[in-house]
C-alpha cells in the first residue's frame, strides 16, 4: 500500500473475534506504508489490555468512551468515573479522544421509556468529562441529529467528529456550523446511501475525515465479510471521485485533519507539510 492512509475509526480487539488475525493484519499494513489508526471503545475497563495489545504500532492511537447500551445507562453513575480513572491512568500521549459515546435512536424505545433522559444524560456526562480532560470527542448519532446537535451546542468548548456520517447535507451543515469534523465509513458506498455521498462532497476540506468502523460496515465490494483497516482505501477511493480530487492530494488532507482533532503528528501530515 503506497498511499499513507489514515483510519480514525477502528475497532481493533474486535477484529479477531470475526476470525481476522489482528496483529498480522496490522504488521502487514504498517509494513507497507499505512498511516495512522485510531482504535476506539464502546465500554470503560478495556482501555489498558487495548494499549497492551497494539501499542507497540507506533501510528495507533486510542479513544475510550461508553456507548448507549442499556445496561450501560442504567449504570452510567457507576460507568463514567471509570472510564475517568483508566483514562487517567494510560501512559502519556496514548488517549488521543473520548469516544465512542452519543446518541442511537434506532433502537426500540424500552429503554426511553424506562429512562427516558438517561441516553442523553449520559452523553452530557462524558462531554462535561471530555471539556475536563481537554480530549476531543468522537459522537455516534443515528436517526437523532438534531438532539445530538441540541447537545453538543451546549459545550461550545468541546471539539470533536460525528463518526460513520448517516445522514444529509442539512445536518452536515448543522454539524459543520457547531465546529465537528464529519467522518465517513463504508456505508458511503452503499447503494442506497445516496444522501450520505452529498454529504461527502460538500463537507470543507479541512474537516472530513474517512474510517472503516472496522469489523463493522465493510464497503463495496468487500460486503459481508469483517471490515478491517486495509478496507479503508475503498472508501477514499469513492471519497476522491464525490469531491473531484485525486486520491493521494485527499490522503495527505485527511492525515492533516487527524492530526489537527486529535492533537497527532500523523504520517501523511509529516511527510506532506500539512503539520
Known sequence: MALLYTDTHAHLSLLDTRGLDSHALLGGLFK?????????????????????????????????????????IRDRYRLVPILEGEINAAPPGMVCALGE??????????????DPTGERELMEMQLDLAQRLSLPVIIHSRDAPRETAGILAAYPAVRGLIHCFSYGPAEAGAFLDL??????????????????????????????????????????????????????????KLAAELRHTDIHTLAEQIAGNTGTLFGLRTKGAAESGSL
Open 101 to 114: 459515546f452519543g446518541l442511537d435512536h434506532h433502537r426500540t424505545g424500552e429503554q426511553e421509556q424506562e
Open 179 to 236: 465546529g465537528y469534523y464529519i467522518s465517513f465509513a463504508g456505508n458511503l458506498t452503499y447503494k442506497n446511501a445516496s444522501h450520505i455521498r452529498e454529504s461527502c462532497a460538500m463537507v470543507p476540506r479541512d474537516r472530513l475525515l474517512l474510517e472503516t468502523d472496522c469489523p463493522f460496515l465493510a464497503p463495496v465490494p468487500c460486503r459481508g465479510k469483517p471490515a478491517h483497516p486495509g478496507m479503508v482505501e475503498e472508501v477514499y
Open 32 to 72: 507497507s506504508g499505512f498511516g495512522t489508526i485510531i482504535d476506539v471503545s464502546l465500554e470503560s475497563g478495556d482501555l489498558a489490555a487495548r494499549i497492551g495489545a497494539f501499542s507497540r504500532y507506533p501510528a495507533v492511537r486510542f479513544a475510550s468512551g461508553l456507548w448507549p447500551h442499556e445496561q450501560v
